[in-house]
């Protein structure tokens, strides 16, 4: 087995107007508290390659993945090891608006299409990086529970606090990347914060990295409805000591495990559902999203089963509420594997995936109440048609 990995970043320059993403409108950046990142890991079995990218964005559309699938088509080294390519954002909320919602008012686009379309080779570029040089590895995984850092605002019964975790080593059994994903917006600093930031993940991986003078790579989970940080003050000290406690955390739970090379697998499962959210509808109207219907009104995306040897890995195109997350990692387990995780917003973000049984529209979607989540997702369809794709690759 072979690993290989590269970053870049991704912040962009303050001369121009950043709208922040997440929360409401003409949020204006005024400055860097850290960078925002892309991340690739690659790794190869010698049949199968797979290319794993998180990006520091609120999302990243099913269009501007293939975007970037089809300028590395036309790599050589890209078309010679003919990976699978997951690219999922980690959900920052105080990066700049990559999908539309988030601009100077209700009306206007808050994309900077300029930079927008500047990043897009420099992932491309890291993707191709990250292929290029790879190095024999093993991989440790497993997960561990961290109570007391998330909660859930929209069910607080409900809550998933398992963080999934790998650790890629050298022959000589040192680090090389080591992988981490939790179930959690990454949204310490909310809605007042002028400062760009990748938020708990940007200092886990600091942490992380310090510690095992390695890369880090952070993917967000199910971390839908509403997998919140449990803060009081919203501050970048309540950030750090979130990311801090989950870097440690994980480490010591992957500290002393055995490493082997295993063998890789990835399948996909193409996925319809129907978009029937009126606030989707006017946003398409209004110009501020691509729309992205066929002629019978729905939306086309898919789901992904990641198997590492025994860690087995779902991606979904959005932000999938925990119940489900729960539900799927206990059919992961029961389907064989040794440890089960999600990837969220992987090739995709269509907002929240709920079960279909507590999907419940408001009246007034501009008011929803509990239901704040309905009015972020396509529609009541999106939830089963996740679920039965992933059943179908089980
Ligand atoms: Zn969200």
């Known amino acids: 087995m072979k690993i290989g990995y590269a970053q870049t970043v991704l912040t962009p320059a303050l001369d121009r107007p950043v709208f922040l993403a997440g929360f409401g409108n003409n949020r204006r950046a005024e400055n860097i508290h850290d960078d925002l990142f892309a991340r690739v890991l690659s790794i190869s079995d010698g049949s199968t390659t797979l290319v794993l990218c998180a990006l520091d964005l ?61 990043i897009k080779p420099r992932i491309v570029t890291t993707i191709l990086t990250a292929l290029a040089d790879m190095r024999t590895a093993r991989v440790r995984f497993t997960s561990v529970h961290v109570p007391g850092v998330a909660k859930n605002a929209r069910n607080p ?47 886990l991986r600091a942490e992380v990295e310090k510690i095992t003078a390695a890369p880090c ?7 839908g409805g509403m997998m919140t940080p449990d803060v009081r003050d919203h501050s970048f000290d309540e950030s750090q000591v979130m990311g801090t406690r989950l870097a440690q955390e994980g480490l010591r739970a992957l500290a002393g495990l055995a490493a082997e090379p295993v063998m890789i697998q990835y399948q996909t499962k193409i996925i319809k559902a129907r978009l029937t959210n009126i606030l989707y509808k006017l946003a398409f109207i209004r110009k501020l999203l691509p729309d992205i219907r066929d ?48 990837i969220g917003l992987a090739n995709d973000e269509l907002g929240y995936i709920l079960p279909a049984e507590d999907f419940k529209y408001p009246w007034n979607p501009f008011n929803p109440g509990n239901h704040y989540e309905e009015t972020n997702s396509i529609g009541k369809e999106i939830g089963p048609s996740v679920m039965a794709g992933i059943g179908s690759l089980l």
């Open 58 to 118: 609120i999302g990243f559309f099913q269009v501007d993945v293939q975007a970037i699938l089809k300028m590395l088509a036309s790599d050589q080294v890209f078309k010679q090891a003919n990976p699978h390519v997951v690219i999922a954002s980690t959900h920052t909320h105080h990066g700049p608006d990559t999908m539309g919602l988030w601009g100077p008012d209700q009306k206007t686009r808050g994309v900077d299409e300029e930079w927008l379309n500047l």
């Open 157 to 203: 019964e409900i809550v998933d606090d398992e963080l999934t975790l790998a650790q890629f080593v050298a022959e000589d059994g040192n680090p090389l990347v080591t992988l981490f994903d939790f179930p959690c917006h990454p949204e310490v600093l909310w809605d007042h914060n002028p400062s760009i930031t990748a938020d708990y993940p940007g200092f």
């Open 217 to 223: 790579i952070f993917f967000s989970g199910a971390l």
């Open 295 to 342: 002629k019978a009104g729905r939306v086309t995306s898919q789901v992904g089963l990641l198997r590492i040897g025994g860690l087995w890995l779902v991606t979904v195109p959005g932000e999938m509420l925990p119940k489900l997350g729960l539900a799927v990692k206990q059919d992961l387990l029961k389907a064989g594997a040794q440890v089960a995780g999600v």
